[in-house]
């Protein structure tokens, strides 16, 4: 099956720094999603991409969609306390006249931890 | 402003007993997904439903079975349960294929 690789695997920074965090995949998807979940919560949907070489930002967060299909990355700038929690992407494959219903193919998520 | 509800949160079962998990959204979404989620792996699609009256084994679907009751409501459960499936457990929705996943707050489950 598809893999997803997804660096780094945790990040410890300081409030106000910038953070970047990336993910490839041995094959292409159609959509790149990048997902947040805080402690005993469910993923929540930050920014979704549709499109080769999308550039799409949500607030303090950027997100692109790689112009080969096969990675995707997200910023998040002037880092605040309340940034702390697992990012995960994910990748989603369909065909044209096809169906993809929820096979989201996950990474195994970024630890962000942000010190006051 | 409910969106994706699970029950119970928490869990605890010994081998070989047998549990239901709840989900229900208010959303009027089409599509009802179940995941299970440890550690460094990311989530992992167990069953989903694309539509009412329909359901289909997703990336990890032994030892679970599920029933879509109707457009609202999808449940998981386990026959048998086994150590191997302790796990927090996401119930996720949407609108139309293609679409991004909602998901619930999890159900935590340990088996002993």
């Known amino acids: 099956g598809q893999q997803l690789n997804q660096s780094p695997q945790s990040m410890f920074i300081q409030e106000g720094e910038d953070v970047s965090m990336n993910c490839t995949s041995s094959?292409?998807?159609?959509?790149w999603l990048w997902y947040k979940q805080d402690p005993g919560e469910g993923p929540v949907l930050l920014i979704a991409?549709?499109?080769?070489?999308e550039l799409t930002s949500n607030g303090r967060l950027t997100a692109q969609f790689g112009i080969t299909r096969k990675d995707s990355f997200l910023n998040i700038s002037a880092s605040i306390p309340s940034d702390v929690g697992i990012y995960f992407c994910?990748?989603?494959?369909?065909?044209?006249?096809?169906?993809?219903?929820?096979?989201?193919?996950f990474g195994q998520g970024t630890i962000l931890t942000v010190h006051p | 402003n409910a969106g994706v509800t699970q029950t119970p949160k928490f869990q605890v079962l010994k081998t070989g007993q047998s549990m239901t998990l709840q989900c229900a959204q208010d959303?009027?979404?089409?599509?009802m997904y179940w995941y299970r989620q440890d550690p460094g792996m990311g989530l992992r699609l167990i069953y989903y439903?694309?539509?009412?009256?329909?359901?289909d084994k997703g990336e990890v679907p032994n030892g679970y079975n599920v029933s879509r009751l109707n457009k609202r409501e999808f449940s998981l459960r386990l026959e048998s349960a086994a150590p191997s499936q302790t796990s927090v457990y996401f119930c996720?929705?949407?609108?139309?294929?293609?679409?991004?996943?909602?998901f619930g707050n999890g159900t935590r489950l340990t088996v002993t």
């Open positions: 994910a990748g989603q494959l369909w065909s044209a006249g096809g169906t993809s219903y929820g096979k989201l193919t």
């Open positions: 094959s292409i998807f159609n959509t």
């Open positions: 991409l549709y499109k080769a070489g």
């Open positions: 959303m009027n979404h089409n599509s």
């Open positions: 439903s694309a539509s009412e009256g329909t359901t």
């Open positions: 996720a929705s949407n609108r139309l294929d293609q679409s991004p996943l909602h």
